[in-house]
């Protein structure tokens, strides 16, 4: 999911349930059985879940409910302080909370940025009735040197998104750290690679799809390096108590791990207003 190499991975800041395991099991498999008794998922609860409509409906609630004045479009190129505050583009403000990628908060800071970020593309292929495994996707290791790296069928893995003509949505994940000249191919050759890889590695001959998109996500999957964690605290420890880092740049990849970013972010700032 992180689309680099697992041995240039901090295992704290990637699997931090499998870290603290591994630091009182004796056996990688001891710390694997000790991090799922840790976190047991209740009866009933599906492995997967998702929001009805797409997970951009998930930050539009957020935003109405917290009835703040949003502006977009702004771009700030300097972080500047000022007397009571700090001033961010035409603003001046009590405080702020960087939720930004590394590399843009380190820019606005003036530090050398804590990480780096591989990029991706997405390829979705509508295919009728094609004969697909039985499963919600695959990955595939990059020693296999293949194009695509992950799978998802969707209308086998959102039962929502199952249509009655028989057409399924497949998403094919593209691109790995160190890769990106993969990604500097036209988006009708990444549709023609990504059919053609998919069929072999299904093992069946795919129907040709009757719709296709491709989306790049530049910068997308941010590669936490051993010490990672360590980090990411010593550079926060040198900013004012009135500005704080957020993301999935420093505290996991997901909505989950945002959140719990986001929340303590904030707590961090109004703890330094106090």
Do not use: N
């Not at 502006?71 to 300097?78: F, N, Q």
């Not at 919600?136 to 998104?161: C, D, I, M």
């Amino acid at each position: 999911m992180y689309a680099g190499r697992a041995d240039a991975l901090s295992l704290a800041a990637t699997m931090p349930g499998l870290a603290r395991a591994a630091r009182v099991e004796h056996t990688l498999t001891g710390a694997v059985c000790a991090a799922l008794a840790a976190a047991p998922r209740p009866p009933g609860v599906p492995v997967f879940a998702t929001v009805a409509g797409g997970v951009s409906r998930l930050a539009a609630a957020v935003a109405e409910a917290s009835g703040a004045r949003i502006r977009l479009g702004a771009p700030v190129r300097e972080l500047t302080p000022v007397p009571g505050g700090w001033r961010v583009g035409p603003d001046t403000v009590d405080a702020v909370v960087l939720a930004l990628p590394a590399r843009a908060a380190a820019r606005l800071l003036g530090v050398p940025p804590p990480l780096d970020y591989a990029s991706v593309a997405l390829v979705t292929l509508a295919l009728p009735a094609p004969e697909l495994p039985a499963l919600s996707g695959f990955l595939v290791p990059a020693q296999e040197g293949t194009l695509v790296k992950a799978a998802t069928f969707f209308s086998t893995k959102w039962a929502h998104l199952r249509r009655d003509d028989g057409v399924a949505l497949v998403r094919a994940s593209v691109g790995r750290y160190g890769e990106e000249h993969r990604l500097h191919a036209g988006d009708p050759e990444l549709v023609r690679g990504v059919h053609s890889e998919l069929s072999t590695l299904v093992s069946s001959r795919l129907p040709e799809p009757v719709d296709a998109r491709v989306q790049r996500w530049g910068g997308a999957l941010p590669q936490y390096p051993v010490g990672h964690v360590e980090r990411v605290a010593a550079l926060r420890a040198t900013l004012p108590p009135t500005v704080a880092l957020a993301g999935a740049g420093y505290d996991g990849v997901g909505i989950p791990a945002c959140v719990r970013s986001g929340e303590a972010a904030a707590d961090d700032v109004l703890k330094g207003l106090s």
